[in-house]
């Protein structure tokens, strides 16, 4: 007989729950261990995944391979279209190899649970599913009612005590279980494109993460809504896809925070946003109409909201003259990231200024990101669009030029990415004269502020 365990988005071997279970089984049993990651092109598609993490997640498994291999554990790439396809492969697979047991760790997204019920249901062997995506559960955190948390600030504090209370520790990668294989390249789902410095194996994430918290953390608070700077953990992309859990971001915090005032201030600024995360996807599994395309405050779905194409694709191209939202949408498109503060910055300027479906803005970020986590993605332009939980006011509007110059006052961002500008001042450069080869804007903040906050009150 032989044991699986079902990869998904937790390719590493340090801290799997469901791997450190199904190597405990194989080894009690004496049974062999397999492993199978399944692609689902079709179905990525349908939830537009960008294809710069696409080729993150191939060029992960890869390295998960060569790892699992050194382990003595096969490990096999296979793929089916959609979800829906996925229920027969794996019984086909797990009759073949006479597989006692599933080892899995849960998702928690509508179409992710509705598929594991089915293969649940279809498969002859026992199923062990875990909770391993996230540091608390979903569920695990109630208020005092008994309901799910709406807004984040009594969550995190919730979410602080349960976890000191558990004080959970990271797996270790379990020990070898036969003698070491040699790996072969596996097939490949997605055309190559360019990653940059992203870590694409569990390895290289671990020891970003060790870097960041000894030696940059203490910068976070001061850096980190300042895209000049490399104020950021850039981890975000390895969290999405399980190089790394956040466990391991929890663990390898506290170890390396031995002493107080700013370095403790930076770090404590950067677990809040493990909470966010968190937060958002507590939201997403008890609230599940936001991840059918409705507006948490269900009123705020009558809002009518344009529908300019060319506004949108000026928007997508960074063609909306005002600087700092074209600096942030050429990032996007050039890396496949965006800095925070400017994913908040351009959310607002869409919906805000623009007054265009948040929803469109939603899925062209996740189309284009290499760190996109759903959960997070709508919740943050839930936020920025004023229709989520614990949203910004209806009447908070970004003044774009205002937040340019706050958080890159001598233009160095906007110059990296609107070369048509370098050649401007500090001061000219956030409301750049007339030019021959840069866009005036768009739209007049000023009129575009008082027509969103007239489309909220009309409520």
């Not at 089984?25 to 995944?49: C, D, K």
């Not at 981890?235 to 971001?249: D, E, K, T």
């Amino acid at each position: 007989m032989t044991s699986l365990i079902w990869f998904r988005n937790d390719l590493r071997t340090h801290d799997n729950t469901a791997l450190h279970h199904a190597a405990q089984h194989a080894r009690t049993r004496n049974e062999a261990l397999r492993a199978v990651f399944i692609a689902t092109p079709g179905q990525w598609q349908q939830h537009a995944m960008s294809p710069r993490q696409q080729y993150l997640m191939q060029s992960a498994l890869q390295a998960l391979h060569q790892t699992l291999a050194s382990c003595g554990i096969t490990f096999e790439l296979l793929q089916a279209d959609t979800f829906a396809d996925i229920p027969e492969l794996l019984a086909d697979y797990t009759q073949k190899h006479k597989v006692s047991a599933l080892f899995t760790n849960r998702e928690y997204l509508v179409n992710e649970m509705q598929r594991d019920e089915i293969v649940t249901e279809k498969l002859n062997c026992t199923c062990h599913w875990y909770h391993d995506r996230l540091i608390i559960e979903p569920g695990a955190l109630l208020n005092g009612s008994g309901q799910p948390y709406k807004v984040y600030t009594p969550f995190a504090k919730a979410w602080r005590r349960l976890c000191a209370e558990r004080q959970a520790q990271p797996l270790k990668r379990p020990r070898s279980l036969g003698e070491k294989l040699t790996p072969k390249k596996l097939p490949s789902f997605c055309e190559p494109v360019e990653l940059g410095d992203w870590p694409q194996n569990e390895d290289s994430a671990l020891k970003q993460l060790r870097n960041f918290c000894r030696e940059r953390v203490q910068d976070y608070a001061r850096k980190r809504d300042l895209p000049a700077e490399p104020g950021t953990s850039r981890l975000s992309a390895a969290l999405a896809i399980g190089l790394l859990s956040p466990r391991q971001c929890l663990a390898r915090l506290q170890a390396e925070q031995d002493s107080p005032s700013e370095t403790a201030n930076g770090a404590d600024i950067w677990l809040s946003e493990l909470i966010w995360r968190e937060f958002y996807q507590h939201v997403a599994y008890h609230f599940p109409r936001v991840v059918k395309g409705k507006a948490f405050k269900p009123e705020t779905d009558a809002i009518r909201w344009r529908d300019d194409d060319a506004d949108f694709q000026a928007w997508c191209e960074g063609r909306t003259g005002f600087p700092i939202v074209d600096a942030g949408m050429r990032q996007l498109r050039q890396t496949g990231w965006m800095h925070n503060r400017l994913r908040m910055i351009t959310a607002s300027f869409l919906a805000k200024d623009l007054h265009i479906d948040w929803r469109r803005g939603e899925r062209y970020f996740m189309s284009q990101l290499i760190d996109g986590e759903f959960a997070a993605n709508n919740g943050g332009w839930q936020w920025a669009a004023s229709t989520g939980t614990d949203a910004a006011p209806y009447f908070r509007v970004f003044n774009p030029t205002t937040q340019g110059k706050r958080f890159d006052p001598d233009g160095h961002f906007i110059r990296r990415y609107v070369p048509e500008l370098a050649d401007l001042t500090a001061r000219e450069i956030h409301s750049p004269p007339s030019l021959d080869n840069y866009p005036a804007p768009i739209v007049d903040h000023k009129l575009a502020r008082e027509h969103a906050i007239a489309l909220f009150k009309a409520l």
